[in-house]
């Protein structure tokens, strides 16, 4: 069997290492032309850490992780909410890893390295899906046939748009922003901490006594940076965030030149299909859960999973296959997305009284009852772990 992966992402790259593994020839052709380590910090939790181990790459992962003792979560002037630690959560949520996505992409990459063919600038410029094959001509200028075409091409899926159509994008009303900069903080180096403001969140992720990694959570409707430069960024986080205290002011004022800006629109992925005859779209192609859901690298992780056992559950059939993948992945997907809707009044609702109750919540709610409120964030995770 011959599959190509458009797309080296988490999930193209998880995929083709699944495939070679089961013994199908796989050719991943990704459009950037340099597998660069881009973005920022990211937490697996559940199955997403369970699939990584599935896929022997544990170690790797914990190789990498940046090991913090829990969250502190504050007022935008620096009141303390609440605390919570690292440990308990861990254990109930059935272990998380704690790492920047590029450690994730690294120990992917490492694994398929000169086992799988990644051909670097290329990408399917024309395609024709006919009973037996997939017919593809690629950018460098061959034209060849597989027995399947994933696309693994992210939120804005080329192959989405073509096989599937468009308007399956919807977006939930602001920005994500993440961004590591060198600053002395003067934040606790174990915490995590989380400022909650009236659509508008900024978590500061301290990587020892110098640096800070904060992401922004900011709701449409008031700022917008000009453009996605580290300048114009930093100038909009700046206005944006003016009645933020002093360690959030402190990080956005050491933003230059040379941070490396991670930002996108907060948009969801909701097709109809994600299979159609010998195509299927993975990971955000298929059903971005967004930022909000902390859930979009396990999805992708389980994605290519659950694809890589339906093609080896049906070897001679790939329709059959990927319709397998499809009634298997779309209710996950679809609880991961429900979760993040739930997210979305929590952290981009501008309402004061709901910021009020949000903020008495979290203060005085009792740790046991937090931890059952994460469990069920995440419980689609347990309720749909893969046998
Ligand atoms: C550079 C980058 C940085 C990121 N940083 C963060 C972050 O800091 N925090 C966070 O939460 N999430 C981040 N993400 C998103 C996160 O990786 C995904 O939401 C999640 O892991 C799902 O993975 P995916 O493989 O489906 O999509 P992605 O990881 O987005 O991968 C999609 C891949 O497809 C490639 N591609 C796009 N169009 C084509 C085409 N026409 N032909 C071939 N290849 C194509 C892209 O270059 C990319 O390599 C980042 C994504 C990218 C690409």
């Not at 195509?279 to 389980?302: H, K, N, R």
């Not at 296959?321 to 996950?332: D, H, Q, T």
């Not at 979290?362 to 309720?383: G, I, S």
Request: hydrophobic share 45%; charged share 25%.
């Amino acid at each position: 069997m011959r599959v190509l992966v458009s797309g080296a992402g988490i999930a193209g790259l998880s995929l083709g290492l699944l495939l070679e593994r089961r013994g199908v020839e796989v050719v991943i052709a990704e459009r950037a032309r340099r597998l660069e380590p881009l973005g920022h910090y990211i937490g697996l939790k559940g199955n997403g850490v369970r699939t990584v181990e599935r896929m022997g790459l544990l170690d790797a992962c914990r190789a990498r992780e940046q090991r913090l003792d829990g969250v502190r979560f504050h007022t935008p002037s620096g009141r303390l909410l609440r605390e919570n630690r690292a440990t308990r959560l861990e254990r109930e949520l059935g272990g998380v890893l704690f790492f920047r996505r590029a450690d994730l992409h690294a120990a992917l990459h490492e694994a398929v390295a000169g086992k799988v063919e990644l051909r670097l600038g290329t990408e399917v410029q024309a395609l024709e899906a006919g009973p037996e094959r997939v017919e593809v001509r690629l950018s460098d200028g061959r034209s060849e046939a597989f027995d399947a075409l994933i696309g693994a091409d992210g939120v804005r899926s080329p192959t989405r748009a073509r096989v599937f159509g468009s308007g399956h994008e919807v977006p939930l009303g602001g920005r994500y922003i993440a961004l590591t900069v060198e600053v002395d903080h003067g934040l606790d180096p174990r915490f995590v901490a989380a400022y909650l403001g009236r659509g508008q969140m900024v978590g500061l992720i301290p990587i020892g006594p110098r640096v800070a990694s904060p992401f922004v959570y900011h709701a449409d409707g008031g700022e917008q940076p000009a453009s996605r430069s580290a300048a114009d960024v930093r100038d909009f986080l700046l206005r944006a965030c003016g009645d933020f205290g002093a360690p959030v002011r402190r990080t956005f004022e050491a933003i230059d030149a040379s941070s490396y800006v991670f930002t996108d629109s907060i948009t969801m992925v909701r097709p109809p299909r994600i299979v159609k005859g010998r195509v299927a779209l993975l990971g955000d192609a298929a059903a971005c859960p967004t930022f909000l859901s902390g859930m979009g690298s396990a999805l992708a992780l389980q994605g290519a999973y659950h694809l890589a056992r339906a093609l080896e559950e049906h070897p001679g059939d790939v329709p059959a296959a990927l319709l397998r993948y499809e009634a298997g992945i779309r209710p996950i997907a679809a609880r991961y997305q429900q979760s993040a809707w739930k997210m979305r009044g929590f952290v981009l609702g501008r309402s004061r009284v709901r910021a009020a109750v949000r903020d008495a919540a979290l203060a005085w709610m009792p740790d046991r009852l937090f931890v059952r409120e994460a469990q069920r964030f995440y419980a689609a995770e347990r309720a749909a772990s893969p046998a």
